[in-house]
């Protein structure tokens, strides 16, 4: 079996119902309205290390202190109940910062205005603004700036929900073409990558990112990263 074969057997077996109730997209599956999707999903996706059961189970748990309503909290809350929640080395005023610069940015046109074609430009343009406010140092960890070599997994995990459309990716983005995103590259991916000949670079960084996306199109131009559920699966 070919690599591109192996790699689509994989993508139809994950792309269902199933893999959705196993993984943290299940969190902003839960609502409808555009911009809860958009929250949930984008406050999920910082969450997104570490234990799969953990990130949805601290997940759940903002969203219950939200009331189920994450447009609605976002913009007219305190966010004082938001003391306490933490997530592995994530602190709630690290939380607390990320809800604040999120009101600004629904304050100021929503988050698929600061994200075109050019998405390594967004990338860093949009951590930029993100990060604009004054902050505890250690909240950048968190959300990782692509323009010093990071691999910037969890904003391409949240890019990767909104934009590409199939029974697991939301494709509320219609504006922005599904060939641009760039894989969200974490150990688990990389170490796929490796093993099928994707990526040849030990580190796990923008560099490699690039590689493992630009490999990815040669097989699939217009969807390259719909293989993100098959290296991910795979390595699992």
Do not use: C
């Amino acid at each position: 079996m070919n690599l591109k074969n192996i790699l689509e057997e994989s993508y139809n077996q994950n792309n269902n119902i199933d893999f959705i109730l196993k993984d943290p997209i299940q969190i902003p599956h839960k609502f409808s309205k555009k911009e809860d999707i958009e929250i949930s999903a984008f406050l999920t996706s910082i969450l997104a290390f570490g234990r799969r059961d953990i990130i949805i189970k601290k997940s759940n748990e903002f969203i219950k202190r939200m009331n189920y309503e994450p447009f609605k909290y976002l913009i007219n809350n305190d966010y004082s109940n938001m003391k306490g929640f933490v997530h592995r080395t994530i602190k709630d005023e690290d939380f607390i910062y990320y809800l604040k610069s999120l009101r600004y940015i629904y304050n100021n046109g929503g988050l698929e205005s600061y994200f075109s074609n050019n998405i390594e430009t967004s990338l860093i343009n949009f951590w930029k603004l993100f990060f604009s406010s004054e902050h505890e140092k250690r909240a950048e960890r968190h959300i990782s700036n692509i323009e010093n070599g990071s691999a910037g997994k969890r904003l391409n995990l949240f890019l990767r929900w909104m934009i590409r459309k199939d029974n697991v990716d939301f494709g509320l983005w219609k504006n922005i073409d599904k060939s641009n995103l760039y894989i969200p590259l974490d150990v688990h991916v990389g170490n796929t990558a490796r093993k099928l000949g994707l990526l040849n670079r030990k580190q796990n960084d923008w560099k490699s990112v690039i590689e493992i996306s630009n490999r990815l199109k040669d097989l699939e131009p217009n969807d390259p990263i719909k293989y993100d559920l098959s290296l991910f699966s795979l390595d699992i």
